[in-house]
């Protein structure tokens, strides 16, 4: 992944709504969910859905598909794993990782 594609996937995720959409949508699974299902689960007007998820599908982070009259949304899961790939590929110096929980207590990640 190149370096701008990863900031332009961040920058879409970087928004409470378009985060929201896209936590919902990696929960789904790959069957996806119809927009309509979408804004009714998030409490989301349907014109400001439509901007976040063009914003996400821009980004590469989800992909429609067209069923019947509905667009069917789903996580772009090779994305999502190449995302954390680039973000993680010079962790710990190649050691494994262990959850900082001290972090977590202190309010951080």
Partial sequence: MKQQQVITALAA??????LEVFRLLVRTGKQGL?????????????????FHL?????????????EGR???????????NTLMAFLTEN??????CEASTAAQEAGGC
């Fill in 34 to 50: 119809a927009a309509g299902d979408i804004a009714q689960q998030l409490g989301i007007p349907a014109s400001s859905l439509s």
């Fill in 91 to 96: 962790c710990c110096e190649g050691d494994a």
């Fill in 13 to 18: 995720l970087a928004q409470e709504s378009r």
């Fill in 70 to 80: 509905s667009l069917i949304y789903s996580a772009d899961y090779a994305c999502m």
């Fill in 54 to 66: 063009g914003q996400l599908h821009e980004a590469g982070l989800v992909s429609q598909r067209r």
